[in-house]
């Protein structure tokens, strides 16, 4: 039960899982997302099929094919309106990298990034360098949902659901990529409902797993989600800000969908709960509260922010 294009709403099944448990339709819940997508072609391929329809008529006469075609006018407004430098872009890259080299799981493990590597890198479509763009490889994810006094007698440390929000600013979704906000994560309405709900600030979050997609949708979301206006993430999004353990705001901690591998942003709750548990191979100096960002720039978005049972 996941609504949102890609990992828009990876969040939000674990929020259908835990309303199940709490009005009563099950005791226990597992949420998990599975891709063999390589058997159906990927994403970074186009076949002919003679026809279109939807979103893709509006899109496909003017040459707009892709995925990253389509997210990219989007992001060079957000830039242009804010005057974000392409290394804002790059610093998430290198982070992603950066924290893959630490955890064998990762399908980038053993293949750092440097500022040159990304900087020679090919343009896939301006601003997206090669870096810049999530990977595309097959796998599953799960985690398993029950009540809190339940998973006090398990043995795993017990990790706590304290907000979730999912869905989407007035007509982001639109065919015609004529939303009134066009230069946005879509993350707006969503944040506000997140820190609403679990009583907390962006001031409480000590790590952030936030879906690329593309790295700049990390950075509007990341804005939206109240971390820094738009005009300092030049300032804000560096390699040293972004790193556990001794960042301000240690950022996708195990590799995420740019280094680890690309599960739909459903490997990046797994990491916010290790990162709660305190099981990272990259832990952030603070881990008591775990912000996960879904797929950025579709609608609707998703969102949850996990806890320990100290903040509950």
């Not at 300092?232 to 901690?253: D, I, K, V």
Request: glycine content about 10%; hydrophobic content about 40%; aromatic content about 8%.
């Amino acid at each position: 039960m996941q609504w949102g294009g890609g990992g828009g709403g990876c969040c939000a099944a674990v929020a259908n899982g835990a309303a199940a448990i709490v009005t009563g339709q099950a005791d226990c819940v597992v949420v998990f997302r599975s891709l063999a997508q390589g058997q159906h072609g990927r994403y970074g391929q186009n076949s002919d099929s003679g026809a279109i329809s939807g979103e893709r008529s509006y899109l496909v006469p003017y040459g707009v094919i892709s995925p990253p075609q389509r997210f990219a006018m989007r992001v060079m407004r957000y830039m242009y309106e804010h005057g974000i430098r392409q290394d804002a872009l790059r610093a998430i890259a290198l982070a992603s990298y950066h924290h893959a080299q630490s955890n064998p799981r990762a399908v980038m493990y053993g293949k750092p990034l440097s500022e040159q590597r990304y900087d020679e890198s090919r343009w896939i479509v301006e601003p997206f360098h090669l870096f810049d763009c999530c990977m595309e490889n097959d796998g599953a994810a799960a985690l398993i949902l029950m009540d809190a006094e339940r998973a006090e007698d398990l043995k795993q440390k017990p990790v706590y659901l304290l907000g979730a929000a999912s869905g989407a600013s007035a007509r982001f979704g639109a065919y015609a990529h004529n939303s009134p906000v066009y230069a946005s994560a879509d993350f707006t309405t969503i944040a506000e409902d997140l820190y609403r709900m679990a009583k907390l600030t962006p001031s409480d979050v000590g790590s952030v797993q936030s879906y690329e997609n593309f790295t700049g949708g990390v950075v509007m979301a990341l804005a939206e989600h109240g971390f820094f206006p738009p005009d300092r993430a030049n300032e804000f999004l560096t390699l040293e800000n972004l790193r556990a353990s001794t960042g301000c705001l240690p950022l996708n901690t195990s590799g995420g969908n740019l280094a680890e591998c690309y599960m739909h942003g459903f490997e990046l709750i797994l990491e916010a709960v290790r990162q709660v548990r305190g099981t990272s191979l990259n832990q952030a100096a603070r881990n008591d509260v775990a912000l996960v960002i879904g797929g950025p720039m579709v609608a609707p978005a998703s969102d949850l922010l996990l806890g320990s049972k100290a903040v509950l």
